[in-house]
């Protein structure tokens, strides 16, 4: 393929993607590339590996999956944050006799 059949053919599939980023499925490839793997990239990468012959459009089944992969995974990461935060609660009874309270109480102050 020449270099202007190549790119008039990549500006055709990237002016035929309506938005602007794209989820795409991944092909096999001889050089090890895994197939089924969805990613999220710009038209231009979409149509770039398109004309390549290392991925397709992402089918809607697979769109959805991939949208539940990464709620899971942002669910997770916030499960994660809140774990790294660390909630205490001080609850101060007067009745309740302490070493704190008694030592205040037989003060000179307190005496007063």
Request: aromatic share 4%.
């Amino acid at each position: 393929m020449d270099l202007k059949q190549y790119f008039r053919r990549l500006r055709e599939i990237e002016n035929g993607i309506a938005d602007s980023y794209v989820l795409i499925a991944s092909l096999e490839t001889p050089d090890g590339g895994k197939a089924g793997m969805v990613t999220e990239v710009s038209r231009y990468t979409a149509a770039k590996m398109i004309i390549e012959g290392r991925a397709v459009l992402a089918t809607e089944k697979q769109k959805e999956a991939h949208a539940a992969q990464q709620e899971a995974v942002r669910k997770a990461a916030e499960k994660a944050a809140m774990a790294k935060r660390v909630q205490l609660a001080i609850l101060a009874d007067p009745d309740v006799d302490s070493p704190v309270a008694k030592k205040n109480s037989d003060s000179p102050v307190a005496r007063k």
